[in-house]
């Protein structure tokens, strides 16, 4: 099956840097690559995804891009803010009959500081 | 707008009492899913299902299982809690085939503590 490493654990950074969290998978069919943001006590929530036929896919100040023979993805978000706070998950996933069943990273715990 | 509700926030139970968790969605999804979630662990699969009554095992299905009876409702059991049962669980709906929608929507969770 599927694995998902996600690196770092844990990421601190001044209000205003960038913040560049990295996942790597093993299933070359995985071709669905979701990010969630999960704030304390709260549920994730998806906010943004990329599919293997795209590189580099951007939404405001969050970016994903994916590099498919070294089987590895990245989130960055630039301009960080302290409500970006938050624990980031990234999946992969291939797609069995329309169905995404994603393997999730064990989690990035982002801490902005004002 | 919540559209995934799970029913219980918080529960306590007893080791070796069977525990349900419930799971209704509104949103006339396909596939349903139960996580759940420890620290430094992620999120876990336990099982999911396509369709009412079908149901798949997950990465970690031991010790549970679930039962589809409505499209709308999804439960996760707990046959006899034991104290590694200890997490919290998260229910996600998602519908095949609906573009950007192939993300998940996900509950609100349930904290259970099995003392």
């Known amino acids: 099956g599927e694995n998902v490493e996600q690196h770092p654990s844990t990421l601190s950074v001044q209000e205003g840097d960038s913040a560049v969290i990295k996942c790597t998978y093993s299933?070359?069919?995985?071709?669905?690559f979701p990010w969630y943001k999960q704030e304390l006590g709260k549920r994730p929530q998806l906010i943004i995804d990329i599919r293997s036929n795209v590189g580099e896919k951007k939404d405001q100040r969050i970016a994903v891009t994916l590099n498919k023979t070294a089987k590895h993805f990245s989130l960055h978000i630039t301009e960080t803010q302290p409500e970006d706070s938050a624990v980031y998950f990234c999946a992969a996933s291939p797609e069995t009959g329309g169905s995404y069943i994603p393997t999730f990273g064990r989690g990035t715990s982002l801490i902005v500081h004002p | 707008d919540v559209k995934v509700t799970q029913s219980s926030r918080y529960l306590v139970k007893r080791t070796g009492e069977k525990v349900f968790l419930e799971c209704v969605q509104d949103m006339d999804h396909e596939n349903m899913f139960w996580y759940r979630q420890d620290p430094g662990l992620g999120l876990r699969l336990i099982y999911f299902?396509?369709?009412?009554?079908?149901?798949e095992k997950g990465d970690i299905p031991e010790g549970y299982s679930v039962s589809r009876e409505k499209k709308e409702r999804f439960s996760l059991i707990l046959e006899s809690a034991s104290t590694n049962q200890t997490s919290m669980y998260l229910c996600a709906s998602t519908s095949p085939g609906m573009g950007r929608d192939y993300g998940y929507t996900f509950g609100s969770g349930t904290r259970l503590t099995v003392v």
């Open positions: 299902s396509y369709d009412v009554k079908m149901k």
């Open positions: 299933d070359s069919a995985s071709n669905y």
